[in-house]
């Protein structure tokens, strides 16, 4: 299995409602990560886990929640979101934080979220 | 910090001519350097990378891109166009020990029947 699976590939939620965005892969990648991209524009790095701890948190708002349950897992909670965290929401994977360069990193096919 | 500029948010080629989509760092030190290629509603794909191993480093689907320490470049290269190219394509560079990529604002690469 060389993928990195996301569920749901679209989301459409109301700023009351509390929902969770998942990432999973099976290649025995130890950091994780997840991304934001807004329309037209690159990806934006949120948060990196590696070997299951949060390693780096981009000044992300706490209504973003971030966790790593096991090492195959990630998951993002939303809770009281604004329509302007409408975006393509991106997972990836590498095998180790400090390899990642050599090896690259595998993406998700994102979820797409719409806030209203 | 490191960045990289990808010149032209957009590019048009013919079919069956050659593609070029230009980036620079900006380093002194030589980083890891990616492409990726992002098809519409879909997530970003690896299409190569340079690690200081070799200068011209050969990709999927016929791409290519060579590192030019003097230029501070490393421009995207392939010799014939096909449809299926067409697609956002994002640079994105790394430094040795740092833990994140940094992506390019990315090139809209358009072919033209």
């Known amino acids: 299995d060389t993928e990195v699976t996301q569920t749901p590939k679209h989301l459409v939620m109301g700023m009351t409602n509390k929902k969770s965005l998942k990432c999973e892969q099976h290649?025995?990648?130890?950091?994780m990560y997840w991304y934001k991209q807004k329309a037209k524009k690159p990806p934006e790095l949120m948060f990196v886990y590696s070997y299951e701890k949060l390693s780096i948190n981009e000044s992300v708002p706490s209504r973003f929640s971030p966790e790593c349950p096991n090492s195959s897992l990630l998951n993002l909670h939303l809770h009281a979101l604004q329509p302007e965290d409408s975006a393509l929401y991106l997972c990836a994977s590498s095998q180790e934080i400090d390899r990642a360069q050599i090896y690259g990193y595998t993406f998700g096919s994102g979820t797409r979220l719409t806030v209203v | 910090a490191q960045s990289v500029t990808q010149l032209g948010s957009h590019v048009s080629v013919s079919e069956g001519a050659l593609v070029l989509l230009r980036c620079n760092y900006s380093?002194?030190?030589?980083?890891?350097l990616f492409w990726y290629v992002q098809y519409p509603n879909q997530g970003l794909q690896l299409l190569l990378k340079y690690t200081s191993a070799a200068t011209l480093v050969k990709g999927i689907n016929g791409f290519e891109a060579e590192f030019k320490k003097s230029e501070t470049s490393f421009h995207l290269t392939k010799p014939s166009a096909h449809m299926s190219d067409a697609a956002e394509y994002f640079c994105a560079v790394s430094d040795e020990g740092d833990d994140k990529i940094i992506f390019g604002k990315g090139t809209r690469l358009h072919i033209l029947p």
């Open positions: 380093s002194s030190v030589p980083p890891y």
């Open positions: 290649m025995g990648h130890r950091a």
